[in-house]
């Protein structure tokens, strides 16, 4: 059974905190991604890499970066954390034709 | 104007009831559409999958697209306590990075 793994399910952290998020599949999947749900916005895409090395902005990057070095495994980074980075957060990766496989998700609370 | 619309709920139905959730999205480029089932503290899970217009069916579950109307249904027959989860509709063109979610309808089946 093909697999996202999210490695917390819930954090809290404190204002200011640098906080990563880290997120593996095993699909062999080139394509991964970072999406943040809050109730009545939906899921909106942070960042997204399509290779090694590669990154690429979404709808809403501002105060996180990301990091994948390995094909396999997809970093989130909050550069400084703040209240309104409260959300869940959840990770994806995807082939063409079967659309994304996501990770349980990590809910993060920032006090 | 979001890309892709769909009503919040709740909506709650009797065992075995007939249940069509719908959604509709702006954009007539879109291509893809799918269904995504995501119970409370869980990440979606997919549960169809189309591309272009036209129906496709998997067991209980039948999705529909009607591309002249940019609506998306997805009709769920003899509904189970089981179905009681928030239903995500997702659109888009054929890079992944350019699909857009609907904010979900939460449904919930009284035994």
């Known amino acids: 059974d093909v697999k996202v793994t999210q490695s917390s399910r819930y954090l809290v952290k404190r204002t200011g905190e640098k906080v990563f998020l880290e997120c593996v599949q095993d699909?062999?999947?080139?394509?991964m991604f970072w999406y943040r749900q809050d109730p009545g916005l939906g899921l909106r895409l942070i960042y997204f890499s399509y290779d090694v090395k590669m990154k690429e902005k979404g709808d809403i990057p501002e105060g996180y970066s990301v990091s994948r070095e390995k094909k396999e495994r997809f970093s989130l980074i909050l550069e400084s954390a703040s209240t309104n980075q409260t959300s869940m957060y959840l990770c994806?990766?995807?082939?063409?034709?079967?659309?994304?496989?996501f990770g349980s998700g990590t809910r993060l609370t920032v006090v | 104007q979001k890309e892709v619309e769909q009503d919040p709920g709740p909506l709650s139905v009797p065992e075995g009831a007939i249940v069509s959730l719908n959604c509709t999205y702006s954009n007539s480029a879109f291509q893809y559409f799918m269904w995504y089932r995501q119970y409370s503290r869980k990440g979606p899970e997919l549960l169809m999958y189309t591309y272009s217009s036209g129906n496709k069916e998997d067991g209980r579950f039948t999705a529909q697209v009607d591309k002249s109307s940019k609506y998306i249904s997805l009709f769920i027959r003899d509904s189970q306590p089981s179905d009681s989860a928030t239903y995500l509709c997702v659109s888009g063109r054929g890079s992944f990075n350019k699909f857009y979610f609907g904010s979900g309808t939460k449904l919930n089946v009284k035994p």
């Open positions: 994806a990766s995807t082939r063409v034709d079967y659309g994304y496989t």
């Open positions: 699909m062999d999947h080139e394509n």
